[in-house]
């Protein structure tokens, strides 16, 4: 995952500095690794954003995912419906 010196080496400003974007994975990267999720542009232009949407594979699992398994235990519900409610 992310090196914990990163945030060390964030400036005073919050702006991050060229050492710690040079080791910080592209989106494109985290995404290959399951880190991150894209989300589809069709469902975040709708839900407003204007730019590539992807979340973290954590909230994706903790927010969005939704199975078979948790439909039988609770009220039924799906991960399009569940995404728009946290990209909304």
Do not use: H, K, N, Y
Request: with cysteine.
């Amino acid at each position: 995952m992310t090196d914990p010196g990163i945030l060390s080496r964030i400036d005073r400003d919050l702006s991050v500095s060229e050492d710690a974007m040079r080791s910080a994975p592209s989106r494109a990267q985290a995404i290959a690794e399951g880190a991150l999720v894209a989300v589809e542009p069709g469902i975040a232009s709708e839900a407003g954003w204007r730019a590539p949407v992807a979340i973290s594979r954590a909230a994706w699992d903790d927010c969005v995912a939704w199975s078979d398994e948790d439909t039988a235990r609770q009220v039924p519900q799906d991960e399009t419906g569940r995404l728009w409610d946290v990209l909304f």
